[in-house]
């Protein structure tokens, strides 16, 4: 969903991905929109019929009991680096549990498994501070960092942010939420790899770890 004309243009290349990938997207203006969420305000959205939310940690437990059956080729570290996500969030997601969560959008985290807001790995830091791709990737998105950074940190910010799609949304309807940790393959240039990245001849589908939000806010 998109809030003002720069996101738009980030929904169209959304929408040419989708594409790509073999779903059935639909483009929605902002009228469209209202009438399908009328309690959401924005230019426009994207909507995908096959979209659902799902178990993660039943995803999860069986990917433990899958992976170690197979050979997974990896992603060769010449062309690019994993780097750690802490995410937080902008959109609504009714979940499993009957309850909605405001995500996703991410900060940099210190530690692979950093689920704790506090939580470091010193060898995982030195690696990102010796990588180029990653002073690329701050050069390129400087401002944006500052901000998911600060919004991560300060309620009422983040809830101005939220209250740009969803106007009725008060103080009172966030709360913590427990974190997850995504991974994001960085080129050494600083490209954002939103898909897979491998040099060898693919032999089996490669399998994705769901993400979920590291300190989101979820609504009452």
């Known amino acids: 969903m998109a809030t003002h004309d720069l996101e738009l243009e ?50 999860a437990r069986t990917m433990v009991k899958e992976i170690p059956r197979t050979k997974s080729s990896s992603t060769s570290s010449t062309r690019c680096r994993i780097r750690s996500c802490r995410s937080w969030a902008y959109n609504l997601t009714p979940m499993i549990g009957g309850y909605v969560t405001v995500g996703p959008n991410a900060v940099l985290a210190m530690a692979r498994e950093g689920y704790r807001r506090g939580a470091v790995d010193l060898k995982e ?14 050069r390129n998105h400087a401002g944006s960092a500052v901000t998911e950074l600060k919004n991560s940190l300060w309620r009422r910010g983040y809830l101005a942010e939220c209250r740009k799609f969803c106007p009725e949304l008060t103080l009172d309807d966030l709360s913590s939420h427990p974190a997850g940790v995504r991974a994001q393959a960085v080129l050494r240039d600083g490209t954002l790899v939103h898909d897979f990245a491998t040099d060898a001849p693919r032999r089996r589908p490669p399998r994705r770890r769901p993400s979920r939000s590291r300190l989101t806010w979820s609504t009452r």
């Open 10 to 59: 980030r929904l169209g290349a959304l929408f040419a991905r989708c594409v790509k990938n073999g779903l059935d997207p639909e483009r929605l203006d902002g009228r469209q929109l209202s009438e399908r969420e009328p309690r959401i305000i924005g230019k426009g959205a994207i909507f995908v019929q096959s979209s659902s939310i799902t178990d993660y940690p039943a995803i």
């Open 125 to 138: 830091v030195a690696g990102l501070l010796a990588f180029p791709g990653f002073w690329r990737v701050m």
